[in-house]
């Protein structure tokens, strides 16, 4: 065997056996994550349901009360209470009570009756825009349902034909047909914890091993910096690989995550990007003496990466001029590929650009923190 690969296979075993014994570390890379894969998975949820709603039927009539049993029928909007007046109903939806207020005026029967077209309010709690965004659509789509409804109903009761809309809308929803959260934010999750695994572990790591003096004795042997940073890295990288397999798995079998593209796809990204996060540590750890320095180094990377990368919101919701920085992120283009791939069977054709990012990303990455291990090594 040439001595290069010998060098670097010792490297490389005595980092498998220093990261095995030390149980905190191996609880980071393995465990750690899946737990709070889970957490994350059930915790995120942007689905809008049992939106708390009181009722204000200032009429009190038949027609009245069945127009709010029916608003209330399905599972977006629960009845909480029903209230005397308008007032009432503001202060339910200050003091949190509720989110949604629906205020049936008088003569509400009479009005719909004629044919003179009835008003009903919707006061909604505005402080969480998904929420209210969701409950004020529920309301006018049931409003405008209900007043074809009646049309039809008056028009058959006189005799007349009945009048249809000019354009009916059939949507047809792609990839994720319930609009699970956890099917479109798990496979982002997967990404911002290989991140902050790999990243942090690998920049406190290499610092302890500064402030406990392993490092300089490792310098002083015949070991080429390149050599001794390979066998570093690698572990590390076989761990990412192994968290991410792990992830892919929770997702498909607890939260129905679907895996249509090609896994070869997904793992070759996985690489690209592990080059790119443990580059980032590996420099970090360069410029960093102590493992708090380190840490808070991380720290400061990791959290604008995910801001930055659309695994919560995303990046077109964002100011153009904050819009162009997610370009020098990897991590919204590793988001970019498992979504793609996982979601929609995306496959090279339409995901090389992302891989293209990634891989430059990992090597400029990866050179300057090899560029800058080998100084710190001379």
Known sequence: MHPLLVQYRAVVVKEVRQTVRDRRVMALLTIAPLVQLFVLGFAVNFD??????????????????DYARAQLAGDTLDLKAELRDEHAAEEALEDGRASVALVLPRDFQKDVLRGQGAQVQALVDGSDPTRSGVASDAVARFAALRATQLLQAQARAQGTSVPRAPVALVPRVLYNPELSTSVYVVPGIAAMLLLIV?????????????????????????????ILMAGKVTPFLVIGLVDVGLALSVGAWVFGVPLRGSLVLVAVATLFYLL?????????????????????????????????????????AMPDWLAVVTYVNPVRYYVEVLRGSLLKDAGLPDLWRQLVMLAAFGTVVMSVAARRFHKTSA
Do not use: N
């Open 198 to 226: 790999t990243t942090v572990i690998m920049a406190m790591g290499l610092s302890r091993e500064r402030e406990t003096g392993t490092l300089e004795q490792l310098q002083v042997t015949p070991l080429r910096p390149g």
């Open 48 to 65: 809008v349901r049992h939106v708390p709603t009181v009722v204000v039927d200032q009429d009190r009539t038949v027609e009245s009360r």
């Open 276 to 316: 790119s996060t443990l580059g980032v540590g590996l420099l970090i750890a360069t410029v960093s003496r102590t493992q708090q320095q380190a840490f808070v180094g991380g720290f400061l990377f990791v959290l604008p990466a995910v801001l930055l990368s659309g695994v919560m919101s995303p990046i077109r």
